[in-house]
């Protein structure tokens, strides 16, 4: 089992710069893709990124491609999400996750963080 631990969320002003960062512990943090999910209130979690386990793939939401960066250092057992450009419609609590699977589908992820808060004002 592994454990996810988000930090880095905040506010900031629109057109503004984040960047988060999952802690993992228990398992090799190498042996899983890396993902960041949001939820903005009322809505359904979506999916932001993904990472492959040796970081050689990456893959976005059209919404937020070309804006945000996710990474990862497997020597620090971390996972970054770097984000830019930020817009009001980013505003939601970002989860990072992990599977020993791959994909931007939510099910395919069996181990969540508990999420921290981004909000974008205008």
């Known amino acids: 089992q592994v454990q996810l631990v988000e930090s880095g969320g905040g506010l900031v002003q629109a057109g503004g710069s984040l960047r988060l960062s999952c802690a993992a512990s228990g398992r090799t943090f190498s042996n899983y893709a890396m993902a960041w999910f949001r939820q903005a209130p009322g809505k359904e979690r979506e999916f932001v990124a993904a990472?492959?386990?040796?970081?050689?793939?990456?893959y976005y939401a059209d919404s937020v491609k070309g804006r945000f960066t996710i990474s990862r250092d497997n020597a620090k057992n971390t996972l970054y999400l770097q984000m830019n450009s930020l817009k009001p419609e980013d505003t939601a609590v970002y989860y990072c996750a992990a599977t020993t699977g791959w994909g931007p589908q939510l099910d395919t992820y069996g181990y969540w963080g508990q999420g921290t808060q981004v909000t974008v004002s205008s």
């Open positions: 990472i492959s386990r040796s970081a050689g793939i990456t």
